[in-house]
Nanobody, 125 residues
Framework: QVQLVESGGGLVQAGDSLTLSCAASGRTVSRCAMGWFRQAPGKEREFVAAINFSGEKTNYADSLKERFTISRDNAKNTVYLQMIRLKPEDTALYYC??????????????????WGQGTQVTVSS
């Protein structure tokens, strides 16, 4: 199985940058596609970004692609989400997820098999 632990969240001011990390463990982690999702209180979980097993293909929510970058370091079993020019509306609990299909960069929550517990990002105005 796969275990995911997010870190790097915190309280920042609008316009700041922040990088989230997702540490993964499990025999097949390097063969998983990975995704980031976020959920604000009272709202549905939404897709942020995804990356295939090799890191060669990525996918982003249209509204975030100019500010967020997903990457991975398979040697460290870690996936990153770099966020710049943060806005108050970026405030949410950010989750990483693993897709056992290594080739997909899916936007749907249903495509992901394992989830972390999330790391909170709060952006003040």
């Amino acid at each position: 199985q796969v275990q995911l632990v997010e870190s790097g969240g915190g309280l920042v001011q609008a316009g700041d940058s922040l990088t989230l990390s997702c540490a993964a463990s499990g025999r097949t982690v390097s063969r998983c596609a990975m995704g980031w999702f976020r959920q604000a209180p009272g709202k549905e979980r939404e897709f942020v970004a995804a990356i295939n097993f090799s890191g060669e293909k990525t996918n982003y929510a249209d509204s975030l692609k100019e500010r967020f970058t997903i990457s991975r370091d398979n040697a460290k079993n870690t996936v990153y989400l770099q966020m710049i020019r943060l806005k108050p509306e970026d405030t949410a609990l950010y989750y990483c997820a693993a897709d056992l299909n290594p080739f997909r960069t899916g936007r749907s929550e249903r495509q992901y098999d394992y989830w972390g517990q999330g790391t909170q990002v709060t952006v003040s105005s």
